[in-house]
């Protein structure tokens, strides 16, 4: 099965901030990752897919990049309701697999 | 609009079973994969089954593989999954999720339900 790695696990970040969320892959999977934003007893949502694809309706301030086995999520300017964990996912093959996370939060 | 909602979480002891439910709306439910997804407390996401469009074919992961069946009623657009032998392991928010598109290759997860706890304790 193919391995997720996110860093850092925990962000520390102000309103408008450009933030950086990478995400690795144990082995390629071309451009088949995902994007999820999670808060505090919610599920998960989607942001992006391909690797960089928005998700419709997602504020254009998020956007990914990358292929292969290195990813990043960036958000250009970090807004008050964007403090929350974020996941990666692969989507290469079943069996599918998250990142540990990352947690945004205030600093 | 486009919903999904579980139910059948519960307090479950270990060794017996329990069946979640998803019940669909807002889309044509027969044209889509279907997974569940599962988040132990504190924890992170983990995939738990896929199931295709039609039933066809269905995908686990291996620490379910065997205890675990997902199905679907495309005629009560209704997701299901009917776990066996269940183990404190097993205690998570258990959470449907659809796949972005009808394509038969894996996709992303484009709706999520609100979720359910299994509790798995004596």
């Known amino acids: 099965d193919i391995q997720m790695t996110q860093s850092p696990s925990t962000l520390s970040a102000s309103v408008g901030d450009r933030v950086t969320i990478t995400c690795r892959a144990s082995q390629s999977i071309s451009s088949w990752l995902a994007w999820y934003q999670q808060k505090p007893g919610k599920a998960p949502k989607l942001l992006i897919y391909k690797a960089s694809s928005l998700e419709s309706g997602v504020p254009s301030r998020f956007s990914g990049s990358g292929s292969g086995t290195e990813f990043t999520l960036t958000i250009s300017s970090l807004q008050p309701d964007d403090f929350a964990t974020y996941y990666c996912?692969?989507?290469?093959?079943?069996?599918?697999?998250f990142g540990p996370g990352t947690k945004v939060d205030i600093k | 609009q486009v919903q999904l909602v579980e139910s059948g979480g519960g307090v479950v002891q270990p060794g017996r079973s329990l069946r979640l439910s998803c019940a669909a709306s807002?889309?044509?439910?027969?044209?889509?994969?279907m997974h569940w997804v599962r988040q132990a407390p504190g924890k992170g996401l983990e995939w738990v089954a896929v199931i295709w469009y039609d039933g066809s074919n269905k995908y686990y992961a291996d620490s379910v593989k065997g205890r675990f069946t997902i199905s679907r009623d495309n005629s009560k657009n209704t997701l299901y999954l009917q776990m066996n032998s269940l183990r404190a392991e097993d205690t998570a928010v258990y959470y449907c999720a659809r796949a972005r598109s009808g394509a038969l290759r894996p996709q992303a997860f484009d709706i999520w339900g609100q979720g359910t706890m299994v509790t798995v304790s004596s």
């Open positions: 996912q692969q989507y290469n093959s079943y069996w599918l697999t």
């Open positions: 807002g889309f044509t439910f027969s044209s889509y994969g």
